[in-house]
Structure formats: C-alpha cells, structure tokens
C-alpha cells in the first residue's frame, strides 16, 4: 500500500511544480490562460495538501508499523486527504476561493484532525522512543494551523475582509505549517534514522527548546504589525531558544558524521545536508529579522518572502522528503535517479539565489535582467526532475 501512496506522492510533486512553472510561465511572459490569482492558490494548497502532508502521513505510519501498530484509518484517511487535495487543485484553479474549494479545504482539515486522534491514540500507551513527543507535536501544529485557514476563510465567507487580520491569519497558517508540522515531522522522521547509529547521542533538551520556541516564534511574523515591547521579548527569547537548540543539534551530528558517511547512501546525504543548510539560513534569517529594520524591509519585498517561503518548503522539507524515500529505498539510486535528484536540488538552489538577488537588489531600486526567464528555467528543471523521478519509479516494488 505504502508504494502505491508515495508512487501518487511523486504525481503530486510534479503537479506542483508544472504549476510552479506555468506560474513563473505567466509572469515572465504571454499567458492567458487561468487566472493567476487563482492558480496560485492551487499551487500553494496542493503543495501543502497533496505533497508534503500527504507524505509525512505516510512516513509516520510506516514509522510506527515498524512497532507492530496499525489501523484501517490510517490508509482511510490519507486516500480522504488525497481526494480532497484533488479537489483543492481543481476548485482553486478553476474557480478560486469560493464555497467548493472551502469545502475541500475544510475536508483535508477534518482529515488531518482525524489522523491525528487516531495516530497519537496508537502512540500514547506505547514505551517511550525518540521521535514520540515530536510526532505528537508535528501533528498538533497540524491542527493548530487550521485555525488560521478557518479565519481567513471565515472572512471570505462573510465577506469582512480586513487585510491586517487577513495577513495575521495566513502567517499564522503558514508558520504552524512550516515551523510547526513540518519540521517536527522531519526531525522526528530524521531522529528515527540516527537513532540505529552506535555513535548516536540523543539529547532531549533539543525538543524542550524547538518546542518552546514554536508558539512566540510566530510573533515573528507579525513584528511588521509594530509589536509592544513586552510582547517584543517573546519573539526575541523564541529565536534565541532557537539558536541555542540548532547549535546543540550540529554537536550531536558531529559526534555521528563518520557513520553517516559510512553507513548512509552518498545521495541521502547530500539531501539532508542541504536541507540541513537551508533550516539553519531560515533560523539565522529569524534572528536578523528581530531588527525592526531588517523586518521592516523584508515583509517590504514580495520576491523577500517568497524566496523565504521557498527556502523552507523546497529546501528544508522536500529535499528532507525526498531523503527519507532514498534512505528507505523508494527511490533507487540509477543513474537517472541521481542525475534528476542533482538537478531537483540545482534548480531549488538556483531558484533560492536568483529570488535573494532580485530581493537585495530591490532594496537599492536596481533592476537586475533576465529575472523572470531564468526563474521560469529553473521551475521547469524543478518540474522535468520531478518527473523524471515520478516515471523512473513508477515500478517500485518489494518495499513496504
């Protein structure tokens, strides 16, 4: 089952990115066809919906059928979560924000609600292991999220659109996503992997403070709003917790990184590496961000936020995903593989360069050329490696 789940997975991915490119087609050049507005929010919800939380449903399943725990509702609800992010693309793009993709939005929400209950019941009576508290708290900010999109969401309905309250709600969605679903979700998945390395040395400290740190760390968001002092502080101490927390993480990988190169597929490492890069320029970028400045003139700059949100979709939990299906084997290392995997992470990494230059170069008023056809080039590298990886693994076998 498990198979056929990542093999749609893998669709899905390259469905984003044939998005991302017609996106970048459309802003580049001539194209009428959709609406931007409209195809952006399919872009932006599928990727959420159809890809990466589609994935770490699976990944967390599978995690815990290692320990003997299992549950019809766990297939039940991801293929309920799947045919409602089919139903997110097709609404969005065709009709925008209205009743129907609400409908299916609100669906995928109940869906991920469900999961949750019946993912931590499974986990709650069972000993202790590493990636538990992260697990449970992945899927927590799931849920916590959703209350972002339900505001906005309410606004549209009733049609008291406020743009402050519009822009609080949607980081509040994105963050809980991003910082909280995501990345517990990665690190909980990762922890499981170093765990089986006798140079392993869990240290717990490092949960306790990402933990902490999760909840002030939206009010990072919101320092464009002109935050009160005391409430200043709390963003403050959550990027430093942050911090402290990263840099605990780099001593335990120190310890391991000789039996990673050993024992490790050379391809696995090289995604997790970059990944790893990538969540570490995202929380060297939030404590920059504490200088109002700085905040200032990020949340200024559109091509700013969006090469931001990019670093931490594309760099940190794709390339994080795609990692976790070479390590478990569900993606085989041929030839084509590796070329379409080096040129997956080249056009997420061109992509970040080219959007942080049109950003810096924003703030001086410079137009730097050639912007929008070398973003466009590197989506659609993004795209044909994606599908390349779709096609070449469309045979998988033996793996669940």
């Not at 498990?2 to 991915?13: A, Q, R, T």
């Amino acid at each position: 089952m498990s198979n056929k789940l990542i093999k749609i997975g893998l669709l899905n991915f390259s469905i984003v990115a044939l998005l991302g490119t017609i996106l970048r087609y459309k802003i580049g050049f001539e194209f009428p066809y959709f609406d931007h507005k409209h195809l952006l929010f399919a872009h932006f919800y599928f990727a959420f919906c159809g890809w990466a939380s589609h994935m770490f449903y699976i990944l967390l399943k599978n995690e815990v059928n290692k320990k003997s725990i299992d549950s019809p509702w766990f297939n039940r609800l991801i293929y309920i979560n799947l045919v409602s992010a089919y139903g997110i693309l097709i609404s969005y793009a065709t009709l925008g924000i209205g009743r129907l993709s609400i409908f299916f939005s609100v669906v995928s929400i109940l869906a991920g609600y469900l999961f949750a209950i019946v993912f931590i019941r499974k986990v709650w009576h069972l000993p202790s292991f590493i990636g538990k508290p992260w697990f449970i708290s992945a899927l927590l900010f799931n849920g916590i999220s959703s209350f972002g999109f339900l505001y906005i969401a309410n606004m549209m309905m009733t049609k008291t659109f406020d743009q402050n309250l519009y822009l609080g709600a949607s980081y509040f969605y994105l963050h809980f996503q991003y910082s909280g679903w995501f990345f517990f979700a990665v690190i909980g998945l990762l922890l499981g992997k170093l765990e089986k390395l006798k140079s392993f040395r869990y240290v717990k400290r490092i949960f306790y403070l990402f933990f902490a740190a999760c909840i002030p760390a939206y009010l990072l968001s919101l320092l464009w709003a002109g935050l009160p002092w005391y409430i200043y502080i709390f963003a403050l101490i959550a990027v430093f917790l942050q911090l402290i927390a990263l840099l605990l993480s780099f001593k335990i990988l120190k310890t391991t990184i000789h039996e990673i190169k050993s024992t490790w597929k050379i391809e696995t490492q090289y995604l997790f590496c970059i990944a790893l890069i990538a969540i570490s320029i995202k929380i060297l970028l939030q404590l920059i961000s504490v200088v109002p400045a700085v905040s200032d003139l990020a949340f200024g700059y559109r091509s700013i936020v969006i090469a931001y949100l990019h670093l931490v979709f594309l760099g940190f939990t794709t390339l994080s995903i795609f990692g976790f299906l070479v390590y478990h084997g569900y993606i085989s290392t041929t030839k084509r593989n590796k070329i379409a995997l080096v040129s997956l992470c080249f056009g997420i990494i061109g992509n970040e360069v080219i959007l942080m230059i049109q950003g810096l170069a924003s703030l001086k008023y410079i137009v730097v050329p050639y912007v929008q056809p070398l973003l466009f080039v590197m989506s659609a590298i993004i795209f044909f490696s994606a599908l390349t990886l779709f096609v070449s693994n469309n045979k998988m076998r033996g793996l669940d």
